[in-house]
């Protein structure tokens, strides 16, 4: 059985930091890239960050881009989302997806196309 499991979410104040992590299983991990989704309140969801170990290649959105920082370990089969300098309107649900895909492939990709997906964990940044 495929499963993908965040965890990490919470509450933190404004400036603060948390990582996030994907732990993925019933698929063979190095051959898909994971991607990290997030849906704040009345919002879209949007793509975040990607990592693919095929070639080591990682994607940020623009609006996380020098505060956040994807990683992987392999070993445990887990991806990493460290989240620094958090801001109010980084307030969401985190998702992570993995997909058979590129990132570069991903980055174009909705939520809803990724092969596989979890269920989210909830992050709230305080003023």
């Known amino acids: 059985e495929v499963q993908l499991v965040e965890s990490g979410g919470g509450l933190v104040q404004a400036g603060g930091s948390l990582r996030l992590s994907c732990a993925a299983s019933?698929?063979?991990?190095?051959?898909?890239?994971i991607g990290w989704f997030r849906q704040a309140p009345g919002k879209e969801r949007e793509g975040v960050s990607c990592?693919?170990?095929?070639?080591?290649?990682?994607w940020y959105a623009d609006s996380v881009k020098g505060r956040f920082t994807i990683s992987s370990d392999s070993a445990r089969n887990t991806v990493y989302l460290q989240m620094n300098s958090l801001k109010p309107e980084d307030t969401a649900v985190y998702y992570c997806?993995?997909?058979?895909?590129?990132?570069?492939?991903?980055?174009?990709?909705?939520?809803?196309?990724?092969?596989?997906r979890g269920k989210g964990t909830l992050v709230t940044v305080s003023p």
């Open positions: 997806a993995a997909d058979s895909e590129s990132c570069l492939s991903i980055v174009t990709t909705t939520f809803g196309e990724m092969d596989y």
């Open positions: 990592f693919e170990s095929r070639g080591y290649n990682t």
């Open positions: 019933g698929f063979t991990f190095d051959d898909y890239a």
